[in-house]
C-alpha cells in the first residue's frame, strides 16, 4: 500500500504525509537500532575506558546501573545510589556489584573531594579481587582484574594523602567510610630500611618524569611511593645522601573484608615493602606483583637537588663542599649487603646527577638491580687529579672498614668502579701501584730527605705514593684522557686553569714545595698544578700514571667514543682523542659513535651493562 493511500484513508493533512516520507527516508539511512564504523583507536578507547582513564565509569559500571534503574539517580544522587547498591551486598551478583561500587565510589570521590569515598574504593576493590570463596575470584583474563587493582592502589593513595604536605598519612588510626569505619594497624617490619628508618612517604602516581629516556615502572597491586631515610646520626648515615629517597609500596591488607562490610567496622594492616627487595607478595594461595616507581622516585630525589649547581661550583673553587659533613662518597639507597657496589666517579665540571640516565637503566635491570648496589663519587673538579684520588681511595677505605669492618660481606671485595674522563684518571689511581714514581718524576730529592712540614709531607705521601686498593676488582674508562686532553693544552685549557681557585691547605703545600724546587737540583720549574694541567700531555704527573701498568687480578675494560665516521683511530669526541683514550692490554674496548658525554648513549649503556653481566658470571 503506497503512503499516499494510507494518508488519504486516515484523513490526515497534506503536510503530515510529507513528514510520514521523510521518516521513511531518514530510517533507511541510521535505524533506531544500528551500528557505525569507528577507527580502531576510538573503539579501544571505548572498550577500555575507566574512571581512571576517562573520568567517567566504565561501560560495565554503567552497565550495572541501567540494570537496575539506578542511572539517573546516579546524575541525581551519587552517595544515595551508592549507599542503596551497597545494601544490597550478599546476593548472587555480589561481584558485579562490587566492582561497580568500586569504580563508582572513585568517581564520587574525584567529583565530590570526600576522601572517604577513595579508601570505600579500595575495600570494594580488594573485595573483588580477593573473595573468601575463590570461585569467585575474577579470572587472569577479566579486564576488571587490572580496573580493580588500579582502584585499588589509587584509591589507598588518594585516601590516606594528606595533600597540605604532599603526603601519604600511614600512621595507624581509625578513619570513617561511607559504610563504616576502618581501623588502621601498622606492621613496623617494612619501616626500617638498611638500618634506618622511613619517613615523609610521597606519592609518585601523578608525577611526569623528564629528562630520562624511559620510565621504569611496575605494574602489579600497592601504593607505589617514594620514602624518606630519616638520618640518625650514626657513624655510617654519612655515607646515604641527605635527600635519600627509596622506593617503596604500601599495602593495606584485609582478613576477612566481605564480613567486615556487613558489621560496618573494618580492620586492616598497612604493610610497607621495599620495591628493589620484594618484586612480589603473597595474599592468600596468589603470588602478585607489587606496584613500583623506580624512575620516579630516582627523578623525584634529583627534583631542585643542589647537585647541579655544584657541577660548576665544585670546578672554581677547590674547598667547595656541597654536603655539610663533608661527604665525597655518597649513596642514593642505604648499604645493602650481598650487592657488589659499582662506584660511579664523574668527570671534569661535572657531577654524579650525570650517571643518572645509565643508573635508570642499569637499576631496572633484575639482573643487574639485584646483584649490583650504586654508589657515587663527588669531588672539587679543578684540583689536582693525585689530590681527587687520594679522596676517592680513602673514602672507599673508611665505607669498607665502617660498613664491614669483619670482613663477611665477599661482594664488597668484588667492587667495581666507572670513570668517565677525569674520573677516569682517578679510577686508574685505584689500581696502580706508583711506588715513588709521581715524586720522582718531579724532584730530584728523594722524598724522605725533603725538608717538608709533617702536614705537607703526610699530604703528599697519600696522594702520590699509591698501592691498589685489594678490593676493586674492576675498572670501566668512558673517555678518559689517559695521554691528556688536546683542549687542556690549548688557548681554553690555559683559561680554564686561571678559574680554578685551589683549596687553603693545597696552597700552603705549593708555597712549600715551590721553596723545595728552588733549593734543590729540579728536573723542571714547578708550580701547583689544577686538573687541567694534570691532562696536558707535558705534565710529568700524566706521563707517569700512563705509564703505570694496572695491577694483577684487576679486569679493565675501555670505552671510548670519536664522533663521525672516519676511522676511529684518527677521532675524536671533541675534548679527547681516540689515541689518549685507547689503553693497550684491556679486557675489552668499545668505540661508540659519540661526544664526550656519552655516558647516556645507549650503546654506553648497553656496554656497561655487557661488562656488569660477564662481571657476575665471572664469579
Known sequence: MSIRGTVRRRGAPWWLGLAAVASVFATSCATPVGVRRIGPQEANRMLTATVLTSGEPSALAREYLYRLSLADRYREDPAGTIATLHEGLGQADESRRLFALAELSFDHAERSGDRSYY????????????????????????????????????????????????????????????????????????????????????????????????????????????????????????WIAPRAKVPVTALLRFADVRGDMSRGAMRGTLELYDADAHPSIDIGDLTLAL????????????????????????????????????????????????????????????????????????????????RYQFWYFIYNTGNPVSYSAMHLRESLQQVIQELDPMGADESLSRMVVIGHSQGGLLTKMTVVNSGSRFWDSEWAVPFDEAELHPETRDLLRRSMFIEPLPFVSRVIFICTPHRGSYLAENFLGKVARRLVKLPAGLTKAGVELMKLNAVSAAKTAWRLPTAIDNMDWSNPFLRTLDSLPIAPGVHAHSIVAVRGDGPPDLGDDGVVRYASAHLDGVASEFVVRSGHSTQSRPETIEEVRRILYAHVDGL
Open 291 to 370: 606496584e613500583a616507581e623506580t624512575t620516579t622516585t630516582l627523578a623525584y630525589q634529583l627534583e631542585g637537588s643542589p647537585i647541579w649547581d655544584f657541577e660548576i661550583a665544585g670546578f672554581r673553587r677547590g674547598d667547595f663542599q656541597l654536603f655539610d659533613d663533608d661527604t665525597d662518597l655518597v649513596m642514593l639507597h642505604p648499604y645493602q649487603p650481598g650487592r657488589i657496589p659499582v662506584v660511579f666517579v664523574h668527570g671534569t665540571a661535572s657531577s654524579p646527577a650525570r650517571w643518572v640516565e645509565m643508573v635508570n637503566e642499569l637499576k631496572n635491570d633484575p639482573y643487574v638491580g639485584h
Open 119 to 238: 579508601l570505600g574504593a579500595a575495600v570494594y576493590a580488594w573485595a573483588f579481587l580477593f573473595p573468601q570463596d575463590t570461585s569467585e575470584r575474577p579470572g587472569p583474563y577479566d579486564p576488571r582484574a587490572r580496573t580493580a587493582m588500579d582502584l585499588y592502589n589509587r584509591g589507598l593513595t588518594e585516601g590516606l594523602a594528606v595533600p597540605a604536605l604532599d603526603e601519604v598519612d600511614l600512621a595507624a588510626r581509625t578513619v570513617e567510610l561511607p559504610f563504616g569505619t576502618l581501623t588502621l594497624d601498622v606492621d613496623p617490619a617494612g619501616f626500617e630500611y638498611g638500618g634506618h628508618r622511613l619517613v615523609k612517604f610521597a606519592s609518585l602516581a601523578d608525577y611526569e618524569v623528564r629528562g630520562l629516556r624511559n620510565r621504569y615502572r611496575r605494574r602489579g597491586i600497592g601504593a607505589p611511593l617514594a620514602a624518606t631515610v630519616e638520618r640518625h646520626g650514626d657513624s655510617a648515615e654519612r
